[in-house]
């Protein structure tokens, strides 16, 4: 795992090669707050971004129809 420290405002790049424009995804640190972080995320349409629980879950159904 990487751990990075960022400050409100500030992001990180994800570079998915090949390297083009759309590929990349921005995880920016939108708002701090008492017991947790805000984050946006920019990329394309086409990525699918889920919080962790349900992806999960949407892993358990596809292992269950395959």
């Known amino acids: 795992m990487l751990v990075l420290s960022r400050h409100k405002g500030e992001s990180i ?3 998915v090669p090949p390297s083009t424009e759309e590929q990349r995804i921005q995880v920016m ?6 017991k947790k972080v805000k984050l946006g995320v920019i990329c394309a349409d086409e990525v699918k971004i889920n919080r962790e629980e349900i992806q999960d879950k949407i892993d358990g159904e596809n292992e269950c129809q395959g």
Not at 29 to 34: C, G, V, Y
């Open 29 to 34: 640190l939108t708002d701090i707050l008492p």
């Open 13 to 15: 790049i994800l570079v």
